[in-house]
């Protein structure tokens, strides 16, 4: 089966595996971060087919499988990989992917070893920062019924208190906790790139949303 087939094949599969699970990685999310790493991929010189397969398949342990084993997205990719003859040295390189960019261990970040995971996690990270980020952010906090923000719990202290302990923090919290962080955390050129401009604009976005609520915005004329 050549390459273009396989990829194909594997975005049709991974879409129906997701649509309609609530799992909070939807399709969309899957199909931004394929064509982005598609896109920075191919700006860094990696092999396409291994990026774009990595990418679609990057989440797979979150559909069905929610126990927190290692092994089970690279499990499932190959099962399926496999199923459509996949050689094992497109296989390999792709469960590898899928090791490096979703299990996240006890919160230790290294780079992943291959430049096809780089690109992957790069446009897994892109997908939290900018508009679609902070999209997610709230979609994600609302769901958990958090708070948009709370002046009684500085954002930017947020650590030393009770509220981000229990995993209620307000979800403008979340930006200082990591996604303020992101863009110094990405690997490739490109991703660096395309960070920097996302991360401008989430600046902006929160400078502007507490500059409403704290009444600062321009007066009326
Ligand atoms: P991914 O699979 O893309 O690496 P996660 O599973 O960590 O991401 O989170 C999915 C989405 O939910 C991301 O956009 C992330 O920023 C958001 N999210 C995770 N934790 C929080 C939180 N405490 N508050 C607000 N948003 C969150
Ligand atoms: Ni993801």
Not at 48 to 58: D, P, R, S
Not at 174 to 198: C, I, V, W
Not at 203 to 217: N, P
Request: net charge negative; proline share 4%.
């Amino acid at each position: 089966m050549n390459a273009e087939v396989l990829v194909e094949k594997t975005a049709r599969y991974v879409e129906r595996l997701f649509t309609g699970e609530g799992s909070g990685h939807d399709w969309w999310h899957i199909r931004r971060v394929w064509q982005n790493a598609r896109a920075i991929g191919q700006k860094e010189g990696a092999d396409l087919t291994v990026v774009q397969l990595g990418a679609l398949l990057h989440d797979i342990a979150d559909w069905k499988f929610h126990g927190g084993d290692e092994e089970a997205g690279p499990t499932a990719a190959a099962a399926w990989l496999r199923s459509l003859g996949a050689a094992e040295d497109l296989v390999q390189p792709i469960c590898q992917i899928i090791r490096e960019v979703t299990f996240k261990g006890a919160g230790v970040s290294t780079m992943p070893s291959t430049l096809e995971a780089q690109v992957v996690q790069d446009a897994d990270r892109l997908d939290a920062i900018g508009a679609i980020g902070i999209g997610r952010a709230f979609a994600y906090g609302g769901y958990k019924g958090r708070e948009m923000y709370n002046p009684a719990i500085a954002p930017e202290l947020h650590a030393t208190f009770e509220a981000y302990k229990t995993n209620q923090a307000p979800t403008l919290n979340h930006f200082y906790e990591k996604l303020f962080l992101l863009k110094d955390r990405l690997n490739t050129p490109s991703g660096k790139q395309m960070a920097q401009e996302r991360h401008d604009f989430m600046e902006a976005f929160v400078g502007r949303f507490l500059a409403e609520w704290h009444g600062s915005d321009p007066a009326p004329e």
